[in-house]
Nanobody, 123 residues
């Protein structure tokens, strides 16, 4: 059974950067297609980015293109989300998950969700 744990969230000023980590156990990250999502209170989970098990990024949400980068370290069995030029509207709980079927930008296509990590961007 795959388990994931997200770390790296925090409070940052607008324009700053954070790197989120998603530590994977139970399977090798190189065998998994995975995604990052974010959610704010009262809203549905929103797709941020996804990476294919083959190693290439699948897509980014329009709102983060050019600012966020998804990557992974196979030796550390960890998925990352580098977030630059952060904006207050990026404030959310960020979660990673494992894609198992269906459209890669749909939360319903994923399982093995982590608890999430809070990112707060102050203006």
């Amino acid at each position: 059974q795959v388990q994931v744990v997200e770390t790296g969230g925090g409070l940052v000023q607008a324009g700053g950067s954070l790197r989120l980590s998603c530590i994977v156990s139970g399977r090798t990250v190189s065998s998994l297609t995975m995604g990052w999502f974010r959610q704010t209170p009262g809203k549905e989970r929103e797709f941020v980015a996804a990476m294919s098990w083959m190693g290439g990024s699948l897509n980014y949400a329009d709102s983060v293109k050019g600012r966020f980068t998804i990557s992974r370290d196979n030796e550390k069995n960890t998925l990352y989300l580098q977030m630059n030029s952060l904006k207050p509207e990026d404030t959310a709980v960020y979660s990673c998950a494992v894609h198992y079927r269906g459209t890669y930008y749909a939360p319903s296509a994923y399982n093995s969700w982590g608890q999430g990590t809070q990112v707060t961007v102050s203006s």
